[in-house]
């Protein structure tokens, strides 16, 4: 019996094709775990937190920002419900409003009517909690400085004019 022999041009030729299909299946595969955290909540179910995270993109929308980030707010609400009923039964009632506002969760609305059933609440004591809250643990977060290009506090360098204030890009130099 003959040994069937390969040349060097089969040889390279299948292992392109093996390395194109490889390929093919990893970049497929990648979308398929976005999202590679969690939530982890104390006091708030799934739902909850899910709906606060959904509300939190509404209150501060920066298309830029992964929900990871907003996770973070979701995060601190749920260590206040956690110490203080009455602070856990304000957003327990406020993501019901929520959801009944078009007698549909409110993660499964729109943008637009997200915005809607958010705008419905303002002056009650959920929207001043929530929006409260957001302001300082999202905008407190150096990851979230990057994003914005924000160098950080500057009072332990000595002040912006010894450190950074001649720096910005877009400023006209003399």
């Known amino acids: 019996m003959k040994k069937p022999t390969i040349t060097r041009r089969k040889f390279l030729q299948s292992g392109t094709l093996t390395a194109t299909a490889a390929l093919a299946l990893v970049t497929s595969g990648a979308g398929l775990k976005a999202q590679t955290w969690t939530l982890s909540t104390v006091e708030l179910t799934k739902h909850e937190a899910a709906t606060l995270l959904a509300a939190c993109r509404q209150f501060y929308p920066h298309d830029g920002l992964g929900d990871l980030y907003y996770a973070v707010c979701v995060e601190s609400l749920d260590g206040k419900a956690a110490a203080d009923k009455g602070v856990s039964s304000t957003l327990k009632e406020g993501v019901k409003t929520l959801d009944g506002h078009f007698s549909m969760a409110f993660?499964?609305?729109?943008?637009?009517?997200?915005?809607?059933?958010?705008?419905?609440?303002?002056?009650?004591?959920?929207?001043?909690?929530?929006?409260?809250?957001?302001?300082?643990?999202?905008y407190n977060n150096?990851?979230?400085?990057?994003?914005?290009g924000y160098e950080g506090p500057s009072f332990d360098d000595g002040g912006y004019l010894d450190?950074?204030?001649?720096?910005?890009?877009?400023?006209?130099q003399n």
């Open 107 to 138: 993660v499964d609305l729109s943008d637009g009517n997200q915005l809607e059933a958010i705008k419905a609440m303002d002056g009650t004591a959920f929207f001043g909690a929530v929006r409260g809250d957001i302001v300082v643990s999202l």
């Open 142 to 148: 150096p990851l979230v400085w990057r994003h914005f």
């Open 163 to 172: 450190r950074g204030f001649d720096d910005i890009g877009w400023l006209r």
